[in-house]
Nanobody, 127 residues
Framework: EVQFVESGGGLVQAGGSLRLSCVAS????????IGWFRQAPGKERVGVSC????????YYADSVKGRFIISSDDAKNTVYLQMNSLKPEDTAVYYC????????????????????WGQGTLVTVSS
């Protein structure tokens, strides 16, 4: 059974930073691309970032490009999301899941590849 456990969320002021962690089980992150998704109140879940640790490729939604950094540790089967220069509009529940990317020019459309989700971790950015 594929499972993800997210952690690291919290309350932070605008301009601050947080680092999220996602521990995967039942799936090897060096065999699947793993990404971060977020769901703001009243909105749909959207892809934020995706990493393919097999070749080191990383992808970001335009809304977080230049502020967020995704990374992975194959030995720990863990994916991280370093979030810098946080904005109130980054407030959401953040989830990790297997991901796929459709490149359209310079834009990366990130979607989930498997229907397996963690419980999520809440990030709240105050203004």
């Amino acid at each position: 059974e594929v499972q993800f456990v997210e952690s690291g969320g919290g309350l932070v002021q605008a301009g601050g930073s947080l680092r999220l962690s996602c521990v995967a089980s039942g799936i090897l992150i060096d065999e699947y691309a793993i990404g971060w998704f977020r769901q703001a109140p009243g909105k749909e879940r959207v892809g934020v970032s995706c990493i393919s640790s097999s070749d080191g490729s990383t992808y970001y939604a335009d809304s977080v490009k230049g502020r967020f950094i995704i990374s992975s540790d194959d030995a720990k089967n863990t994916v991280y999301l370093q979030m810098n220069s946080l904005k109130p509009e980054d407030t959401a529940v953040y989830y990790c899941a297997a991901c796929r990317v459709l490149l359209q020019g310079t834009r990366a459309d990130i979607s989930h590849a498997l229907d397996a989700w963690g419980q999520g971790t809440l990030v709240t950015v105050s203004s």
